[in-house]
């Protein structure tokens, strides 16, 4: 087998399917609400927004995020980690305080 036919498999009817965001949480282990903050973010697995508010995740493309964040090792899973948390701050996203009123 070449490696170019090892990299590129064909889609089953399976992994070709569309997910709710409800199941694509499920299938991942997430909550529904993670998945809809790494939209809000731009990160985590893509997914169609044809539909607007109804978000679906083709089954390959989550295969293909959870293989993504593999690694092989604990020293390698904690550098992930560290990244992820460094690049995917929750305090990039937060609107700046507003000033006190002086009465």
Known sequence: MKNDERD???LSP???RWLTAE???A???VKVET???WRLRGHGPRYS???RRDPRYRLSDLMEHMA??????TREART????????????????PLRPLRST
Do not use: D, F, W
């Open 8 to 10: 590129a498999p064909s």
């Open 14 to 16: 399976l992994e070709n």
């Open 23 to 25: 199941e694509a949480a």
């Open 27 to 29: 299938y991942i282990g």
């Open 35 to 37: 998945l809809s903050k």
């Open 49 to 51: 927004a044809a539909l």
């Open 68 to 73: 993504a964040q593999m690694v092989s090792n």
């Open 80 to 95: 992930v980690r560290i990244s992820y948390a460094s690049e995917h701050s929750p305090t990039t996203l937060r609107r």
